[in-house]
């Protein structure tokens, strides 16, 4: 059944226009990805309204060109400038920068283009050949696991990004929250309207992505000083960038896997694959000069970072928990277009699963093939001002979040959340955690009320042996670092006390 | 000027309200059992989550841990992550040039950027998205000190997607709420 659903996968991406679509996303994603400040999530949350018409596989497939080869363009803005596109592409300037300054950018963007590509297509192959292994997992999971499956993204996501687990919680179940505003999903009760018209099909999940994504992010960019580079100069050879790949075959494939594997926990997405392979690279080879232009550490990072786009949508397809900016978008193009995560993925529409890795698959060949060919024109890309990218970026979300429903409340949310989401990212709130309370909030629920209704009691979640499971998960990853924490500064304030009894002594 | 602290207990304050309406209300408006469980068990975990971050330095002992304990399990942020975050320390240090100088208005850009939004999308609602859309691009990019001939150029760029909206998803962007409802 898996190899039948394989091949339809094939047919659907090598059909037209999907394999245009590939194609024109990827390189979509470049050029957006390489402007500074803007990264592939608001690439994909603008464009995001325009793909309704699309044919479901077709507009999945767009976005993850878009999410694809914006990865690769963030490190271009990364190298040339300073100035990544997306966080994930930070740690690529720790040793993509200074290479530039050398007079070795070209050697910086072949490693980039070349790793990339490589481990892309491993990423993409792993999980192919891991997605029947992944089948009977995802469908023994039923309503009351899809619920505590939520409850336990928040939890991972609270503890895998900065702050407190406390704000993650907070900032999930504000989501989820935001989520129940429009009509009730058991009964017709209008929820929270204030008798308006306009609110009660709810405020749309695609108004608080680009709100939380785009607005949030052009208001913290008109803060910061020019980061366009005016002066970038394009030199070094390209050959020596893809013939260093070539040569760390251990450091190129073990990076691919650790960002592979790290993009597949749900909340870790290219930022810590990426600065955690830097670590490791750094670790192993200790006559590195990291930090000064290794061409090992734009290796590491950049085998790390295109890998994670395959790692990060297991959870997101599997569970509806997104790894990162990017797959929590993409997690909103799913059930925008009825594609609901979960069980059916892996069952009716796996073969549109499989369809989704395959492009992914394709599209790191034009990965490879642009970033070698067209290296030296990027560099215009990047010179481009945030003054000029804001004031578009700030229409194009306000034509897009019309565009979903033709209601005001959209445009007002995307302003409302914009502001929000800029204070969150500010004090350490995970976006992340809110736009998957805002996304799965109706999933949630109607998953929480068909556990309640198989039942009749809350007991369903600890009676089930899997949903018991995931309820000690999701307290091990919320308590567990704090009971450490707490154990570990009770032991201390016991040494002290014993060191003052025995000086006293 | 709004401090960290500040803004934080702003923002956390109004989850709190939001939070406490969201629980209140389907008592207040007598919702169904299934309407009012969900909104009411999120807005509970708001308010309570809130409340004690609003309290925290003077919760006791594990409660003040897990408002005030950083428990990042994939801790990245070390050394190069510090460096990586250098550029842009760098680049917020200082506010970008506007006009604000010359007519020695004080108004920072992120407020700027948002009165400037604000007015964008109110007068797109009254008259048409279609024809303020130009103008708000032009008068950013002016403001940030960009030349007429650029202003202009980005100003004709954002009325090419207006149109391309128009086209493709077939919204009258031509046409306002208040003035102008019939369009051209």
Same mark, same amino acid.
Do not use: W
């Given at each position: 059944m898996a190899l039948d659903a394989f091949f339809s996968g094939i047919e659907l991406v090598f059909a037209w226009p999907t394999i245009g679509l590939v194609f024109f996303g990827v390189l979509l994603g470049i050029i957006i990805g390489s402007i500074p400040?803007?990264?592939?999530?608001?690439?994909?949350?603008?464009?995001?309204?325009?793909?309704?018409?699309?044919?479901?596989?077709?507009?999945?497939?767009?976005?993850?060109?878009?999410?694809?080869?914006?990865?690769?363009?963030?490190?271009?803005?990364?190298?040339?400038?300073?100035?990544?596109?997306?966080?994930?592409?930070?740690?690529?300037?720790?040793?993509?920068?200074?290479?530039?300054k050398a007079g070795r950018a070209k050697d910086a963007l072949a490693i980039s283009a070349t790793a990339s590509a490589l481990m892309g297509f491993l990423g993409a192959l792993v999980v192919i050949v891991l997605t029947p292994v992944l089948i009977p997992i995802v469908r023994s999971f039923g309503s009351p696991e899809y619920f %505590?499956?939520?409850? /336990?993204?928040?939890?991972?996501?609270?503890?895998? !990004?900065?702050?407190?687990?406390?704000?993650?919680?907070?900032?999930?179940?504000?989501?989820?929250?935001?989520?129940?505003?429009? /009509?009730?999903?058991?009964?017709?009760?209008?929820?929270?309207? *204030?008798?308006?018209?306009?609110?009660?099909?709810?405020?749309?999940?695609?108004?608080?992505?680009?709100?939380?994504?785009?607005?949030?992010?052009?208001?913290?960019?008109?803060?910061?000083?020019?980061?366009?580079?005016?002066?970038?100069?394009?030199?070094?050879?390209i050959k020596t960038g893809v013939k260093s790949v070539i040569d760390h075959p251990v450091l190129t494939t073990k990076s691919g896997l650790l960002g592979l594997f790290i993009g597949m926990i749900p909340g870790a997405g290219a930022t810590t694959s990426t600065f955690v392979s830097y670590a490791e690279a750094v670790r192993t080879y200790t006559d590195g000069k990291f930090g000064d232009g290794d061409l090992r550490g734009v290796i590491a990072t950049e085998s790390a970072n295109n890998p994670t786009v395959s790692g990060s949508l297991v959870p997101t397809i599997a569970f509806g928990i997104p790894g990162s900016g990017s797959t929590?978008?993409?997690?909103?193009?799913?059930?925008?277009?009825?594609?609901?995560?979960?069980?059916?993925?892996?069952?009716?529409?796996?073969?549109?699963?499989?369809?989704?890795?395959?492009?992914? *698959?394709?599209?790191? %060949?034009?990965?490879?093939?642009?970033?070698? $060919?067209l290296i030296t024109r990027f560099s215009l890309i990047t010179q481009i001002d945030s003054s000029i990218i804001i004031p578009i970026v700030i229409v194009l979300s306000v034509l897009g979040a019309f565009t979903l429903n033709r209601n005001w409340f959209d445009v007002a949310a995307i302003l409302a959340f914009g502001i929000m989401g800029y204070y969150m990212v500010r004090h350490n709130y995970s976006i992340i955690a809110f736009i998957l309370g805002a996304v799965l909030g109706p999933i949630a629920e109607e998953n929480l009320f068909r556990s309640l209704q198989l039942e009749d009691n809350w007991l369903i979640f600890v009676t089930r042996p899997l949903s018991l499971l995931l309820v000690i998960l999701t307290l091990l990853v919320l308590l567990g670092p704090i009971l450490k924490e707490y154990l570990h500064s009770a032991e201390e304030d016991g040494d002290e006390a014993m060191d003052q009894n025995l000086s006293e002594e | 000027m709004i401090g960290n602290t500040d803004s934080e207990d702003m923002l956390v304050f109004m989850m709190l309200m939001v939070g406490s309406i969201f629980l209140l209300i389907p008592w207040v408006e007598n919702y169904a059992t299934e309407a009012a469980l969900f909104p009411q068990l999120m807005g509970g975990i708001v308010v309570v989550g809130s409340a004690?971050? %609003? /309290?925290?330095?003077?919760?006791?002992?594990?409660?003040?841990?897990?408002?005030?304990?950083?428990?990042?399990?994939?801790?990245?942020?070390?050394?190069?992550?510090?460096?990586?975050?250098?550029?842009?320390?760098?680049?917020?240090?200082?506010?970008?040039?506007?006009?604000?100088?010359? *007519?020695?208005?004080?108004?920072?850009?992120?407020? *700027? !950027?948002?009165? /400037?939004?604000?007015?964008?999308? $109110?007068?797109?609602?009254?008259?048409?998205?279609?024809?303020v859309a130009p103008l708000f691009v032009v008068l950013y990019t002016l403001w940030f000190k960009q030349s007429l001939r650029i202003a202009l150029l980005v100003g004709v760029i954002s009325l090419l997607f207006v149109f391309l909206f128009m086209e493709l998803a077939n919204i009258p962007f031509d046409q306002g709420e208040i003035l102008n409802r019939g369009g051209i």
């Open positions: 400040g803007v990264g592939a999530p608001i690439g994909m949350a603008m464009l995001l309204p325009l793909t309704v018409g699309m044919e479901p596989h077709n507009a999945i497939i767009f976005l993850i060109g878009i999410y694809s080869g914006g990865m690769y363009g963030g490190s271009i803005a990364s190298i040339l400038i300073n100035a990544p596109g997306d966080a994930g592409n930070a740690a690529t300037t720790l040793d993509g920068y200074p290479l530039t %505590l499956v939520a409850v /336990l993204g928040i939890a991972l996501i609270t503890v895998v !990004t900065k702050g407190a687990p406390i704000k993650g919680i907070v900032a999930g179940a504000f989501g989820f929250m935001i989520s129940t505003v429009g /009509l009730a999903i058991m009964t017709p009760t209008p929820r929270f309207t *204030f008798d308006q018209m306009g609110l009660y099909d709810g405020i749309d999940f695609i108004a608080i992505l680009i709100g939380l994504f785009a607005v949030a992010e052009m208001i913290k960019l008109s803060q910061q000083q020019q980061i366009a580079g005016s002066n970038v100069t394009v030199t070094g050879n929590a978008v993409l997690l909103g193009g799913l059930i925008l277009h009825g594609l609901r995560p979960g069980p059916d993925m892996f069952a009716s529409q796996l073969h549109v699963t499989y369809s989704f890795f395959i492009a992914i *698959f394709i599209g790191n %060949l034009l990965i490879l093939a642009v970033g070698l $060919l | 004690l971050i %609003l /309290l925290g330095d003077r919760l006791p002992g594990p409660l003040e841990m897990l408002v005030n304990t950083d428990v990042n399990i994939t801790d990245s942020s070390g050394e190069y992550d510090k460096e990586a975050n250098a550029s842009e320390e760098i680049r917020n240090a200082s506010e970008k040039q506007t006009l604000a100088d010359e *007519f020695g208005v004080s108004i920072s850009s992120k407020a *700027f !950027t948002i009165l /400037l939004t604000s007015a964008f999308i $109110l007068s797109g609602y009254v008259v048409g998205l279609l024809f």
